[in-house]
């Protein structure tokens, strides 16, 4: 077997589908953000990195470090931890001894069953768990049976720890020690992996890899780019402002006073925004009071949210498709055999990302390379639509990953960095683009709204036994790739959650007419589909325990959820004491779901005060994701969602007007204060099966439970978001 196939074993083990050729040397680029040489850029696959060893993934230096070179992004979910943990695991090494950073964009990085390399979908640890460890325990394999070799011995006389290899004799070498001599080896097969009851790190909570250059202030966010190498030219800031209605232009533009501001470099525009470049990005917030912009608003400079949600009443339902239906084929379902059939409209609003950290983007274009320093979910994508935008091949373009404070979904599109590509295009030298918080609202991809009209059958007892549910609104699939829709038309993330029921509804149809609504641009949102699949699902099922008069939870048990599902609902009501009645005055909900291969049920404990103001007292929350890898993050996670979650649904809703979103800052668009944070109890239950996403889960029934608990203080079902309208 030649060096080439041994090498490409190593990086398509397991379900990576990762190519033969590496065509970059993935530590092309340090924390410090400084940009190597283009002879440091490139590594040839065939050649040992400095006599070291070196995949997409793993590279060991003669020093004996270990480095991981990780595709996925960093935006607060942990997963630099989680993939560590799994690589230190396999290869008996200290979590301390993996230094993680981030890959360079790649085609080898798309795993199969996804379109292109993508974090999204609470699905990185899920994604990662077996080709990260089945890659580290054939590599481990690899280095005892080179050492073995080399001390003349048998494999089984050697054992690992720490890095070194330790044989029986007492001898003992570091890992680096062998590097070379593993590209003579043939590759082993059926390697088997550790045992859970042998696992040192999986399973037990580690502290971030991440934290420490975090709170030292030292981890690089795309605005703290520098070049510490005092001969490359000064980055410049431009400070970006753009026309805040879809489809509108720049009619004029007089920047005579703004140029005469101090340390003003370049005014740029576009033909819909304008870049005001400065030494600084307070100098030139100060020339962009300066300036006197006219916009042509176009047709959609007339939009209004009421104007919007009109849309959505009069979209003409002939124009519906089946989108799902739990029989074998898509037939329509029938209501007949109820006994009695509920009809419910559910409203939900349009939401922005309102990530901590607004978008940036530094680039810098040189004759023979362009290298961007941000944050692309789809990394890629971004890098070649760069390579068309620049019309330069794809190998010149460097996407340096960077942390990210945040994203919910809005980084899944990359249209801020291609904006600020056209900018540096028109400058000589390196650019960091800002866009202002305000910038960033009103630029926002919104999440879009819905109507959703449903009929609920039930028997006799008063027990769901069939459900036509009616989407309609725009498809965020459609604005990325029309070819994802299935062959009828429909969305598939408006199944989300909808086709993972962990309940036993016997019939379930889900039509969906589809709604573009021009004045916006949809975007995806925290828990895609599945936030507001679940909200729906979840209130209807509510809804009908309650006129069955029956307990929620006990309600839940007659739909007969299958065992992981029962497991979390038992676990939440045993710690949320469900059995006793709630204190006065305080309201509780209950929602449940099943999604990203994870089961979560949720308690919200609320309280209307007097002065109709909700104070939310505790949240208990149960959970099964397989294996908990890491389960303080995973608890981290779930709250962190959780809040999110029921900030956003007490409180959020984007308003149009003019064509205009309204909401600028956090003080127009609330998210739940430290003083109105609930206490949230996560209960983690115990599984050996492989990990599945915990990310967004608390999100995804939070508005549910909540609905469902200040609905029982207002003795009444509450069909829209946000909640906080009820109470006026």
Request: glycine share 6%; hydrophobic share 40%.
């Given at each position: ?10 990086t ?19 924390k ?41 992004i ?23 001894a ?24 609470s699905?990185?640890?899920q ?5 990260l ?15 073995a ?24 070498a ?102 005001i ?28 949210t009421?104007?919007i ?36 409209a ?9 990530a ?39 190998k ?59 009929e ?63 004045s ?19 209130s ?32 939440v ?10 204190l ?74 003019k ?24 209960h ?45």
């Amino acid at each position: 077997m030649s060096k080439l196939s041994r090498r490409a074993f190593f990086t398509k083990t397991g379900a990576l589908v990762l190519g033969v050729s590496l065509p970059f040397l993935a530590k092309a680029q340090d924390k410090t953000g400084v940009s190597r040489s283009e002879g440091d850029l490139h590594h040839s696959v065939n050649t040992p990195f400095n006599n070291g060893y070196h995949n997409a993934y793993i590279e060991i230096t003669p020093s004996n470090q270990i480095l991981f070179h990780i595709p996925d992004i960093e935006f607060g979910q942990g997963i630099y931890t989680a993939a560590a943990m799994l690589l230190a695991e396999e290869l008996e090494v200290e979590l301390s001894a993996i230094k993680v950073d981030a890959a360079l964009p790649s085609p080898e990085y798309i795993v199969k069953g996804e379109v292109t390399e993508i974090t999204w979908g609470s699905g990185s640890t899920q994604k990662d768990w077996l080709p990260l460890q089945q890659s580290a325990a054939i590599l481990r394999t690899m280095l005892i049976q080179a050492a073995a070799q080399s001390w003349k011995i048998n494999m089984d006389q050697c054992h690992v720890k720490a890095g070194q290899i330790y044989a029986a004799s007492g001898q003992q070498a570091p890992y680096a020690q062998f590097l070379q001599d593993i590209y003579t080896l043939p590759i082993p097969k059926d390697i088997p992996l550790k045992k859970p009851d042998t696992y040192r790190l999986i399973g037990k909570s580690q502290p971030r890899v991440d934290t420490l250059e975090k709170v030292k202030g030292k981890a690089i966010y795309a605005t703290d780019v520098t070049f510490k190498d005092a001969s490359m030219p000064a980055i410049k800031t431009g400070l970006m402002i753009i026309c805040p209605v879809v489809g509108g232009k720049l009619a004029h533009l007089d920047d005579k006073n703004a140029k005469q501001v101090q340390n003003v470099i370049d005014i740029v525009s576009l033909e819909n925004a304008i870049c005001i470049i400065a030494d600084s990005y307070w100098t030139a917030l100060k020339a962009s009071k300066q300036l006197i912009i006219e916009w042509d608003y176009g047709a959609n400079g007339v939009a209004t949210t009421e104007s919007i949600y009109k849309q959505l009443d009069q979209a003409d339902e002939q124009q519906a498709i089946i989108g799902y239906s739990n029989k074998s084929e898509k037939i329509e379902v029938s209501l007949n055999a109820s006994s009695h059939i509920y009809k419910m409209a559910y409203r939900q609003p349009m939401l922005l990302h309102a990530a901590l950290e607004p978008l940036s983007c530094t680039i810098y274009i040189q004759e023979n390379k362009c290298e961007i320093w941000s944050c692309s979910q789809t990394p890629l994508w971004t890098r070649d639509k760069i390579s068309a935008l620049l019309k330069r091949d794809a190998k010149d373009i460097y996407l340096h990953t960077v942390f990210v404070g945040g994203s919910f979904g809005r980084r899944l599109d990359d249209d801020y960095i291609l904006q600020a590509v056209r900018v540096a295009q028109k400058v000589s030298y390196p650019l960091k683009c800002v866009w202002s918080r305000e910038e960033d609202f009103a630029q926002d991809h919104v999440r879009p709204p819905y109507l959703d009209q449903v009929e609920a059958g039930v028997d006799a007892d008063g027990i769901l036994t069939a459900v036509k549910h009616h989407i309609i609104g725009p498809s965020v699939t459609a604005i990325w790739d029309k070819t994802l829709l299935s062959k009828e038309g429909m969305d598939p993330d408006l199944l989300l959650g909808i086709d993972s029921l962990p309940y036993q509804i016997p019939q379930y149809q889900l039509n969906y007419t589809n709604c573009d609504i021009q004045s916006i641009i949809p975007g995806w949102w925290q828990g895609n589909g599945a936030t507001r699949n679940i909200f729906v699902v979840e209130s209807i099922i509510n809804k009908c325990a309650k006129k069955a008069q029956k307990d929620p939870i006990e309600y839940r048990k007659l739909l007969k959820p299958d065992a992981r599902a029962m497991a979390v609902i038992d676990m939440v009501a045993q710690h949320a004491q469900w059995e006793l009645e709630p204190l006065k005055d305080i309201g509780r909900g209950f929602a449940m779901a099943h999604i990203f291969g994870s089961y979560i049920a949720m308690v919200v404990e609320a309280e209307i005060t007097v002065m109709s103001v909700v104070r939310l007292h505790r949240v208990i929350v149960a959970v099964d994701c397989g294996l908990a890898v890491n389960p303080d993050q995973i608890s981290a996670q779930i709250e962190s969602s959780t809040i999110f979650g029921l900030g956003a649904a007490l409180y959020n809703e984007v308003q149009i007007n003019k064509g205009q979103i309204v909401q600028r800052n956090f003080n127009q668009y609330r998210a739940l204060h430290m003083n109105e944070a609930p206490q949230v109890e996560v209960h983690i239950v115990k599984s050996n099966e492989a990990p599945s996403g915990v990310a967004e889960l608390g999100t995804i029934v939070a508005a549910p439970a909540l609905a469902h608990a200040l609905g029982s203080i207002l003795d009444r079902n509450l069909y829209s978001l946000p909640l906080n309208k009820y109470l006026t």
